[in-house]
């Protein structure tokens, strides 16, 4: 993933080119206090392995001079870090930890420099925090070291390794500060002494280079091509001397060079569409058009070389695909016919041209035919297929081939859709598959062979992504398996609603629902999670194995829930912790019940997404199947809440289905339309229902304004708030109780939402606007605002970055209250996010993001200080991502996944 970063200026190189800082982390009294905070696993209550296990992350693997091969590998212990192997299973080990710990550094970008003994492999960690860095590694311990490091934060620059030669390596810094976005091209031999700029951005003098891009080496050479200034093709040795412009383009823009012995090959992007190919000098020289031919045109273009000739594919405007060849003039530039002397049409080639030996390779499909595995030398008795895997057999030919020994390697798909390794000498005979070599699903579409040492090859094999394993053919034949995946537990926690949660307690224990395999079961325990049992299996029938369960609310002495079917029923249930006392109470065939809310002796519900009319709309329940009933009025209407729309005052509830406020106390005598009518207007809408200090609040838009509206549960006393202030339609929220006064997201002139405020003395700004701040979007979502003691906890944006703001209704009260993650949307860095907020007293419990946790359980009493990580679940960068948050009795409980146990259940006492 790029970045924008700053680049490593030539002038300020050697402040940048350092050694790795210790860094020594203090904890301070409230961050200790935090700590103390354990977040305590309830139960591990799925120890079923899952069927995948964990995804080891390999994604390349590159060769060094010792005969060693180091590739990324992510464990539980370590995170994904830099391994090494022999080609034997024992010999495979962890190389280095670059970020010690259970944080990864992710290795990326492999680039292999050198000959021989000295080869070595270049490697890139991106950290967003403290920088980029380069390490360098001969595939040993010792000879694995950092090269640099950028002093400034990853989000403002970023580094990408180029190419290799011979003599070093080629890598950028771009630098997102400055308006051109300029790239700084390096080149380093792979020590520090050896590294230097090639066009330095200093702002004290003018670099001849800008925004180099393409580059392109030829196998032995140490020369490396590229293009830049748009329209020039430069070329380097490494050495600011050997860094000089060849030649310059007046037709089109470069964007491909492909080096042919002693010429170059160019493929020019024309500004009116369309691509043309140039061939010059490889010392410089004056570009020559040599295709295409006229009235023929070409959109795409892949292009390799043969010894000093080009072949390449040309795709028409049609997106018909054509195989080509020069030798360097217009008129050796001619296509080749892919057709055997028996087809009376020609193969269609597909998207990959493999340069071995004297030849060309490729695969073709024709209908009749199949897919066939072709080459080509340029002449007609040289282009001919030699192997064919007709139908109905025919299975897709993976064309991207690496060589090993005395053959070409290649993947194969059988009709299951599994791949094999698979290889070939030019001959049907000699094309065949690796003999026992395992069938293996390629997940990141590598090639087929990821690197090899004199004797032996390596690939990827496994079935699935979370098996994926390093593996090791020699020239002989047989694979040898070097890694093994970790396996971990299956997750406990069952799927459930965002609103709802899978566990509460109920006269001192704790129920919850686990799953347990393929089913579901109810459980119930002590609060510490001992004693556990099972009390009630849901019906697989009711439930599926998709389906989702949730706890909904206390009513006497029992708990209801719903138990939900994805495409089929759903249901709402009652308990009382006992399998006897588990009844259903409704199906509401396939629509989801949501929106629970306690009036008076009943709880009442709202039945959404489906269409049908017998089960749509609000209901009640007092905890009896024949208490559990659809409401209606006096005429036989039923109100149809939208979702979010339903709340409680009193024994009342109230509820907006888009154009009518409802109330009900149950009956049909007490269910009625309040009001419908708000400004004359048809397309009028209300939403936003929330009570505040004995009211409802909610808004109303008419045309491009939206206004806010109380009411006291009665038409007459339902009324716009005076006097009135207009808003920009689709601005504002729900409005929060903060001490009495309703404090909601609103904007009128300004670009974005902010707090405002309402109390008796009127509707006011909470604050003053200011430019580039703004309340988050998503506090519309009950899950990213929270009212705790006297304060308002809320998720806010200043210039883009999302952090944990607060407010106490006034201006001076109004403030962030800790930057997590620093970084802003401009810099393209990760916000923290705060998520899922709960109160606990006067302190406020949510889950946020940084780069050495990763999502994680916070708490904060609204100062800096006091915002402290509570506990890192999933330890190091991974995050356990809390999900369902609830305050039940002395303890804050939540899910969580770790990636040893899956997600289960936690709990942290509170202070």
Partial sequence: MMRSRLPLSYLHRSALLTSALALAITATPDQARAQLQTARLIKDANTLSPNTAYNPNITWASATGSQRVVFPMQTFANGTELWVTDGKAKGTRLLKDLIPGPGSSSPQQPTSFGTGTTKKTALLVNRVSTGDQIWITDGTEAGTTRLLENSLPGYQSSTNLLVGTPAGFFFEEINSSRTDDSHELFFSDGT??????????????????????????????????????????????????????????????????????????????????GLQLFVCPIAGGDPVKVGPPDATTWNQMLVIALHDDAFFIAVDGSSNRTLWTSDGTAAGTRRITLMSPDQTTESKITLALNSWKDAIYFSTYHNDIGYELWRTDGTTAGTFPFRAFPPPDSLPVYTDMREFGDSLYFDLTDPYGFEHLWRTRGTSGSTQVVGKSPAFNNPYGLDPLLTNTDTAAFFITGQVQSAIALSMVRSNGGATQLTKSEKSNSSGVPLHPAEGAPFDMLNGLLLAFVKTGLTHE???????????????????????????????????????????????????????????????????????????????????????????????????????????????????????????????????AYALTGPTLWRSDGTAA????????????????????????????????????????????????TVAVTPAVDFDAGSMGPAFDLGGAAIFQGDRIQPAPFLWRLDATGTAPVAPYVIGRRVNYWITYSDRQVVAGNQFFYCGIQDGDAELWATDGTANGTRLVKNIYPGTASTSAQS??????????????????????????????????????????????????????????????????????GRELYSVDLP
């Fill in 670 to 717: 007490g269910t009625v339309a309040l009001k419908s009518d708000w400004y004359g207007q048809s397309t009028d809408a209300a939403a936003y229902l929330s009570v505040v200090a004995g009211k409802l609040h909610f808004t109303v838009k008419t045309g491009t304004l939206q206004y806010l509206w109380q009411s006291d549960g009665t038409a007459a006393g």
């Fill in 192 to 273: 520090v002494a050896g590294t230097r700029s090639l066009n330095p951005l200093a702002s004290d003098h003018h670099t001849p280079i800008s925004d180099p891009s393409a580059y392109a080496t030829a196998t032995g050479d140490s020369w490396c091509y590229f293009v830049a200034n748009d329209k020039e093709v430069w070329r380097s040795n490494g050495t600011v001397a050997g860094t000089t412009k060849i030649t310059t383009f007046t037709t089109g823009t470069p964007i491909s060079i492909t080096v042919a012995a002693d010429r170059l090959f160019i493929t020019s992007q024309l500004s009116a569409g």
């Fill in 522 to 652: 109810l459980w119930q325990m002590n609060p510490d999670g001992s004693k556990s049992k099972a009390i009630w299996k849901v019906p697989t029938t009711q439930l599926g194995i998709q389906g989702s369960v949730s706890f909904r609310g206390h009513l006497g002495s029992s708990l209801l829930f719903t138990v939900d079917n994805p495409g089929a029923k759903h249901q709402v249930w009652i308990t009382d912790g006992t399998k006897k006392g588990t009844l259903q109470l409704a199906d509401t065939g396939s629509g989801y019940a949501a929106d629970f809310v306690k009036a008076g002796s009943n709880y009442y519900f709202a039945v959404n997404y489906n269409d049908e009319a017998a089960t749509t709309g609000l209901w009640k329940t007092n905890g009896t199947p024949a208490g559990t009933s659809k409401v209606a009025s006096t005429d036989g209407t039923t109100p149809r809440p939208k979702p979010g729309e339903l709340v409680a005052l009193g024994d009342v």
């Fill in 832 to 901: 923290s996010n705060p998520a899922h907020l709960v109160a606990a007293g006067n302190l406020v419990y949510f889950t946020a993001t940084d780069e050495e946790h990763g999502t994680e359980l916070w708490r904060s009493d609204g100062t800096e200080a006091g915002t402290v990580l509570v506990s890192d679940i999933d330890p190091g960068p991974e995050s356990s991502n809390p999900q369902a948050l609830r305050v039940l009795g002395s303890k804050l409980y939540f899910t969580a996944n770790r990636r040893t146990i």
